[in-house]
Nanobody, 119 residues
Framework: QVQLVESGGGRVQAGGSLRLSCAAS????????MGWYRQAPGKQRELVAA????????NYADSVKGRFTISRDNAKNTVYLQMNSLKPEDTAVYYC????????????WGQGTQVTVSS
């Protein structure tokens, strides 16, 4: 089992910045992918950004490229999402996710943190 605890959400005006953090604990495999997803009211959950355990590979949704940056500190088992130039359409609940990659893939979710961007 893996536990994920997110922090850093809140309310910000358009054009502002927020930094989300997600600390993982428990049975974390050496090979894993950590990422951030978001879900707005009435919409499906979507991938925002992901990063591999080596940190060399990142993936971003087209809508956030150039504005958001994902990073991780493996010593702390923590992943970050720096969000700049925020837009009202970024308003959503943001969820942290980890995928342990072994003989099979195990996925875990955090409880979510609300991000609200006002115009």
């Amino acid at each position: 089992q893996v536990q994920l605890v997110e922090s850093g959400g809140g309310r910000v005006q358009a054009g502002g910045s927020l930094r989300l953090s997600c600390a993982a604990s428990g049975s974390i495999f050496s090979i894993n992918t950590m990422g951030w997803y978001r879900q707005a009211p009435g919409k499906q959950r979507e991938l925002v950004a992901a990063i591999t355990s080596g940190g060399g590979n990142t993936n971003y949704a087209d809508s956030v490229k150039g504005r958001f940056t994902i990073s991780r500190d493996n010593a702390k088992n923590t992943v970050y999402l720096q969000m700049n130039s925020l837009k009202p359409e970024d308003t959503a609940v943001y969820y942290c996710n980890i995928r342990n990659i072994g003989v099979r893939v195990e996925g875990y979710w955090g409880q979510g943190t609300q991000v609200t961007v006002s115009s």
